[in-house]
């Protein structure tokens, strides 16, 4: 699988942004798509990650009820809309594939969100 993530940039706080994440090389049946976000200076860790076929999505707890996960199966697609942000909201933000049987094998390039206060 190979994943070309998009969407970052400069924005205040409290304003939105949404980060594209698109998947090619191969069907997603069966696989979690997420997004992961990695701040200066510290360890990457996990932001959300949406099953492809069922839908059914998770979150970490700083971002519930201001970020959504969502997909586009056409499109092969999977986004990440960023509401409210918060200056911690910084960070370069990588979308990864996690088959059914095994790990967060497959990852993006990641994009980079700086958030302003």
């Known amino acids: 699988v190979q994943l070309q993530a998009s969407g970052g940039g400069l924005v205040q706080a409290g304003d939105s942004l949404r980060l594209s994440c698109v998947a090619s090389?191969?069907?997603?049946?069966?696989?979690?798509l997420g997004w992961f976000r990695q701040a200066p200076g510290k360890e990457r860790k996990f932001v959300s990650f949406?099953?492809?076929?069922?839908?059914?999505?998770d979150y970490e707890e700083s971002v519930k009820g201001r970020f959504t996960i969502s997909r586009d199966g056409a499109k092969h697609t999977v986004y990440l809309q960023m509401n409210s942000m918060k200056v911690d909201d910084t960070a370069v933000y990588y979308c990864?594939?996690?088959?059914?049987?095994?790990?967060?094998?497959?990852w993006g390039q990641g994009t980079l969100v700086t958030v302003s206060s």
């Open positions: 949406i099953w492809w076929s069922s839908g059914i999505t």
């Open positions: 990864a594939a996690h088959p059914l049987y095994g790990a967060w094998d497959y």
């Open positions: 090389g191969r069907t997603l049946s069966g696989y979690r």
